[in-house]
């Protein structure tokens, strides 16, 4: 069984950036696509960025595009994500898990918040 846990998040002003790192227990977290999810207070989550099992393929959704950047270890089993830029709307628990079913059983997130 795989186990997630995710660090990284903070406070930020706007224009700022963090890095985001997903530490995951078990060997077939390289056999599989990951991505980062947000869950923004009072919505429901929704995912944010994938990478590819071989880190050759990301996909992001269009308000990070630029900004974001997933990157993955498979010999640390640790997905990243760089966010730069940071906007209030940004403002959120954000989650790893398998792409696109997220299959493992959910991490306690890592929060982040980001000031006007």
């Known amino acids: 069984q795989v186990q997630l846990v995710e660090s990284g998040g903070g406070l930020v002003q706007a224009g700022g950036s963090l890095r985001l790192s997903c530490a995951a227990s078990?060997?077939?977290?390289?056999?599989?696509?990951m991505g980062w999810y947000r869950q923004a207070p009072g919505k429901e989550r929704e995912p944010v960025v994938a990478?590819?099992?071989?880190?050759?393929?990301?996909y992001y959704i269009d308000s990070v595009k630029g900004r974001f950047a997933i990157a993955r270890d498979n010999a640390k089993n640790t997905v990243y994500l760089q966010m730069n830029r940071l906007n209030p709307e940004d403002t959120a628990i954000y989650y790893c898990?398998?792409?696109?079913?997220?299959?493992?059983?959910w991490g306690q997130g890592t929060s982040v918040t980001v000031s006007s």
């Open positions: 990478i590819s099992w071989s880190g050759r393929i990301t």
């Open positions: 078990g060997r077939s977290f390289s056999s599989y696509d």
């Open positions: 898990n398998a792409d696109p079913s997220p299959r493992y059983a």
